[in-house]
């Protein structure tokens, strides 16, 4: 299984399962096609929106470990 973490960007998560783009969502991060989607981390993206990183990175890795 794989697992996320606050290093990888939001591309590469979706690459890894298209299923996560409601998570990413929920934390308020709309535009996931956007360029930045692909050039900044979790961990920048995050930043940006004031979404709590670990919060998000947990919810994503609790969706994936109960596919």
Request: hydrophobic letters at 45%.
């Amino acid at each position: 299984m794989a697992k996320v973490n606050k290093d990888m960007t939001i591309a590469e998560v979706l690459m890894l399962d298209r299923e996560t783009a409601p998570i990413f969502m929920q934390f308020g991060m709309h535009c996931l096609g956007c360029p930045a989607s692909s050039g900044e981390t979790i961990e920048q993206a995050s930043m940006v929106h004031g979404i709590n990183a670990d919060d998000l990175v947990n919810a994503l890795n609790e969706f994936l470990a109960n596919k």
